[in-house]
Each structure stands twice: as C-alpha cells, then as structure tokens.
C-alpha cells in the first residue's frame, strides 16, 4: 500500500514539472506572437530598415541569421561528427581519453561571450577575416561543437556492438562497418544534437558582437568577408540603442517573432528527417 502510494505521488510531481514546463514554454511563445505578429507583413519581410529604423523591413537581418545559421552548422556538424566516430570507434581506451571527453563536457557549459572574444581574437585578428560572416560562422561553430560532439558520442554508442561484429563477420572493414552499420541507426540521435545548436546559433548574441554583426548595413552582403545584420543583435540593438524606442519596440518583437518561427521551422525540418531515417532503419 505504502508503495503505490509513494508512486503516485511520484507520478503526481512528474506530472506537475511537464506541466510547469509546458506552461512557462507556452506563456513564452503566446508573449512572443501577441506582442510581434502584429509587425509581420509582406513589407517587414522583404524590406530594409528605414528612417533611422523605425520603419521598412527586416530582411537583411533575416538573411545575415541563415548564413551565420548556414556557415556554422556548415562547419562543427562534419568536424563534430568525426570527433565524435574517432572517439567512439578508434580512440584507444585509457584515461587521457576520459580527459578529453569531460573537456568537452566542461566546453559545452562556457559562456556564450568567452567564444566571442575568442573568435575576436583568433579569427578577426589573428588571421585578419575581419567582422565578417566567416567569423561569425566559425566561432559559433566553435561554440556549438561540443554540444554536436557530445549528442553524436551519446548515439554511436547507443548502437548495439552486435551491428559491428555482424559487419565483421561479413568481411567489412572498420569503415565501412562505421558508415554502413553503425551511423544509419545512429543518425537521429545525432541530428538531435544538431537540431539543438542549431537553436543556440540562431539566438545567440554575445558572439556575433564581437566577430560578425553590424546594427545597420545597406543592402546585403556579396562575400563571407563582410559584416553582417542578424536578429538577434537587431532586436538588442533596437531595444537598447533605438532612439525611437515607441516604433522600434513593435519592430524588435517582430523580429523576435520572426527567429522564433525560424527555429522552430529548422527544428521542425530536423525532426522529419529524423523521424524518416528512423522508419528507413527500423
């Protein structure tokens, strides 16, 4: 008696975090559209800022968002990716490896705005890319690595290592056992991990500061070796350097209506792709 009791109440709380959480995520988004889906209109998305930016649209910084989005996913997920296989399938077993693994863990928890002023430091002058869109990209990728090496670790070791010594006894080498036997069924786990930086990279401010964003440019950019608008440092710029904050503060909501249905879309994307791989495996 005594223990279905406990479990109920356990379950009782269990049910009443979803809840809370639930709860907190849908007074987020219901904040969000109310207070931006009145500034969307054909014109806010496919116009530049106007008049000191308090009218026009917001179209180079939706495009300056999807190229950082782009060039950083562009570059951790193949780099992630392959960390991840040589410490999952070849890394040799031993403590220095545990070392390296709980750096990663340790990289995945450092502020948003240490990458920044590392890629500031690497990128735009040490190697002279400038504020520009390759350095934006490189050092959010950066900043997203350890999350993408960490998810795609979690699920090349979930698979069986019966997939891999099948692969083995019917004369496959270690890569082709890797790349026919062992990636597909890990695939969605690790396109969790994307789908996850893929939002962090979109909402991030406190790198593009420093290494690629501009508040203000005039049309949009020809090359990765240029400033760029973006979103999330938009809406910071409006709502604390706008010198018309009345106009400026519909528009900084629009625009956080605008990154929150562009992560949403990617992540929705993800997910069926994900879900597809799973059926094609199972």
């Known amino acids: 008696m005594r223990k279905k009791i406990g479990q109920r109440i356990g379950f009782s709380f269990l049910f009443l975090f979803l809840l809370i959480t639930l709860l907190s995520l849908g007074t987020i988004i219901y904040f969000i559209v109310a207070k931006g889906a009145g500034a969307i209109s054909w014109q806010f998305l496919t116009q530049s800022p106007k008049d000191a930016m308090t009218s026009g649209g ?161 049309g949009y950019p020809n090359s990765i070796f240029e400033e760029v608008m973006a979103l999330p440092y938009h809406i910071y710029g409006l709502m604390t350097e706008g010198t018309h904050p009345a106009q400026q503060k519909e528009i900084a909501y629009g625009c956080a209506f605008i990154l929150l249905v562009l992560v949403l879309s990617i992540s929705f994307l993800a997910i069926i792709i994900r879900q597809r791989q799973r059926r094609k495996n199972g």
Not at 84 to 110: F, Q, T
């Open 58 to 218: 917001v179209a180079p910084a939706i495009i300056g968002t999807f190229y950082l989005i782009l060039g950083s996913i562009a570059f951790s997920f193949p780099l992630g990716l392959a960390c991840a296989i040589y410490l999952c399938e070849y890394s040799p077993k031993g403590y220095i490896i545990n070392i390296i693994r709980i750096s990663i863990n340790n990289l995945a928890g450092v502020p948003s705005v240490v990458f920044g002023l590392f890629g500031l430091a690497v990128f735009v002058k040490f190697f002279g890319f400038g504020v520009s869109i390759l350095s934006g990209a490189l050092t959010l990728g950066i900043m997203v690595l350890p999350q993408i090496i960490s998810a795609s670790q979690e699920a090349l070791l979930a698979v069986p290592q019966s997939y891999r010594e099948a692969s083995f006894a019917l004369g496959a080498t270690p890569w082709k056992t890797i790349k026919k036997a062992v990636i597909p069924p890990a695939l969605p786990g690790i396109l969790t991990g994307v789908i996850l930086s893929v939002g962090r990279v979109a909402g991030e401010t406190a790198p593009i500061i420093f290494t690629a964003a501009t508040l203000y440019k005039r």
